[in-house]
């Protein structure tokens, strides 16, 4: 029998707490909130992705609803929920203070402007004058009608496309400036009327079939790290870790049974599914999951190659090789019992979560189908009797944001392709276990202890910032375990605020790896939630807790933070390239640095490109102060490959500059023509093709394509760049080093 493809999507929609715990005593009731994403995300993300699902009846999805942020929606829906922009935005426009005009100007932008902000000309207007004309500008000059209009279009903005069609909605839009008070009130209305849509809407289509929902341990937490903090050390035997282990298994089935809980009394069933927070897994954390009555959980492919001890390599195509291992659930057997897992294949997800939002909606949509068709053969061609099940699971809200529309058009094209394609199945992971139970098993102790990230918990442990936090976790954990006579039921504030400071959330923002312009305001909520269990305890609280967990400010040399997706227009545009490694080359460092014609370099990938951007000092022009070559050459290490040197005079003989190279591109500062090519036999360059893009203005900034360098997924490459006039050597940069690669 030749079976479909099935395919389970899963959708994970989570918010941390951004409620201060100073407030109020417990997570249900009315508090400040600190930052305002479950409100915006709400109006935005988390309806309209099912709404556009439902209108294609045969698709069936998984979503995750994380305890967490259902409380925090029903907060908003009940109207006792206030963050710092939705005070301003219902302040009186001849109330508004003066630091709250500060607080406008700087914070009622946030989000991808591209998306956001562009396609509405009142709002364009108003960040155009921030962006050039400067924040002291605009505070100096802006009337109120200005700070009333801005006030608005942020909150309209976060209204998804699929709700314009709404009359009052429409009409905001076509009325794009002059707002009042009034209008911004109704604007508030209509946030909270489409809040209240969320859980009702997937409640009803899990009841008609369409829909599997599943939650998440309670504040998001990581249960392995829970259980002990050691278990960082299982990927990674080198990690510092903290000074004090945690080790607070038994707060592991609290978080479990307060999901479980949730979830029965708002979905009238009980779960079958859990998504592990951050996909973390270990085999000390299975027996709870089971012994809660959950049957599946998932994971990411890196957790389930460090199972097998088989590392998932790529095609040229970007297709998995040995799919049989990865494109099937597995049983985990314990002595507690069994419970289903499956693994994500990490590259569909990644080119939906932040490749194909820079790609036309069709194009994109043609290419994950294309993915998807590729697999359907594999499985055709080989001799399972079992069908295949491809998980593709995401973070179903921040993607969003970087898609046009909304990513309403992909959606559209993909779910169309989807419905009219007879060999691919979508389906929920319940639905498939429930048809084809998994036939193969991994023993509880051969479960890996990793994330989504890397197959580690390097994201959330072992640099010095995120162990601090660790300890200062431990200590509030043990001061409350002092305390027999505070149950849950007795004093329940201290609880919940221990359930707050374990989610992943701060411990993912702490040290490097992740930076938002919000650092502060986590390390305060986090500080804020330990401050809470001493309080309800009536304990004395560390001064430490007093004073920010790390310092923040703007790090300077660092590596990509995740994917970019820069538009090559010479501009240099800030967001673009927020998530960009960069190496800063101005200052008093080495040759090349005296003058710092060049000040800083920056780089990253997507799926389709690697980008590299140069900032110039301000006035320099190429051929007079600034050489007019710039050549990157790319090095392979560890590869059979032929190479040669670099062909331009006077190279020193120093590393890396006696390095051979593979490939090579020219730029032409002053025509911004480009050459590339490819080393061959007897040391020889030969010319090819390229579809580099290259453009020269405020800054020089670079897309190359991977298919220039034919290069497979998952290959390490270094890079070099040299300038040079007329092919004689003039100097090169990063100095004393390469630029590190990995393709993704």
Known sequence: MSHPLHIAFIWHQHQPLYKSPNSGVSLSTSQHYRLPWVRLHGTKDYLDLIL????????????????????????????????????????????????????????????????????????????????????????????????????????????????????????????????TL???????????????????????????????????????????????????????????????????????????????????????????????????????????????????????EAVLGWSLKHFFHRDGAGNVESPELLYKPYRLQTPAGDLAIVFRDHRLSDLIGFTYSSMPAKEAAADLVGHLQAIAKMQRESDSEQPWLVTIALDGENCWEYYPQDGKPFLEALYQSLSNEPHLKLVTVSEFIAEFPPTATIPAQQLHS???????????????????????????????????????????????????????????????????NQDAIFDQLFREHLLGIYKALNEPAPSYLRQPLEIHESRSDHRPFGFIHPAIDGKGDEQDWDKAGRIEIGGARGTMHNSSLIQRLWYGVDHLNFYIRLDFKTGVVPGKDLPEELNLLWFYPDRTMHNSPIPIADVPDIAPLNYHYHHHLEINLLTQSIQFQEAGEHYQWHPRFTRAQVAFNNCLEIAIPWADLQIPPDYPLRLVLVLADEERYRDYLPENGLIPIEVP
């Open 52 to 179: 556009i699902l439902e209108k294609y009846p045969k698709l069936h999805q998984t979503v995750n609803l994380v305890p967490s942020l259902i409380l925090q929606l029903e907060d908003y829906i009940a109207g006792t929920a206030f963050d710092p922009y939705l005070t301003a935005s219902l302040t009186p426009d001849a109330q508004i203070t003066q630091p709250q005009r500060e607080f406008i100007i700087q914070h009622f932008f946030d989000g991808n402007h591209h998306t956001l902000i562009d396609p509405h000309p009142r709002y364009a207007q108003l960040y155009n004058q921030r962006q050039e004309k400067g924040q002291a500008w605009c505070l100096a000059n802006w009337q109120l009608p200005d700070y009333s209009d801005l006030l608005a279009w942020h909150n309209l903005a976060w209204i998804d496309p699929l709700f314009w069609d709404d009359p009052e909605i429409a009409a905001w839009l076509k009325q794009g400036r002059n707002f």
């Open 182 to 300: 009034s209008d911004r009130q109704r604007i508030y209305s209509k946030q909270r009327e489409i809040l209240g849509r969320i859980i009702p809407q997937h409640r009803k289509m899990q009841a008609a079939g369409q829909l599997e929902v599943t939650t998440t341990p309670y504040t998001h937490p990581i249960l392995p790290l829970l259980a002990d903090t050691n278990s960082g050390q299982v990927a990674v035997p080198s990690m510092t870790l903290p000074h004090q282990r945690f080790q607070w298994a038994e707060d592991i089935p609290r978080h479990l049974r307060k999901a479980w809980e949730l979830y029965t009394d708002r979905f009238g069933q009980e779960p079958r599914g859990l998504w592990p927070s951050e996909q973390s897994v270990s085999p000390e954390i299975l027996p709870y999951i089971i012994k809660q009555g959950f049957k599946w959980i998932c994971s990411d």
């Open 450 to 516: 990793g994330s989504w990230v890397d197959g580690s918990f390097t994201t959330w442990i072992g640099d010095p910032a995120k162990n601090r936090a660790w300890d200062y976790l431990t200590h509030a954990r043990e001061t409350l375990a002092k305390h027999p006579e505070a149950t849950e039921e007795s004093n329940p504030a201290a609880w919940e605020a221990l359930y707050a400071a374990e989610g992943s959330d701060w411990f993912w923002w702490f040290g490097e790896g992740h930076s938002s």
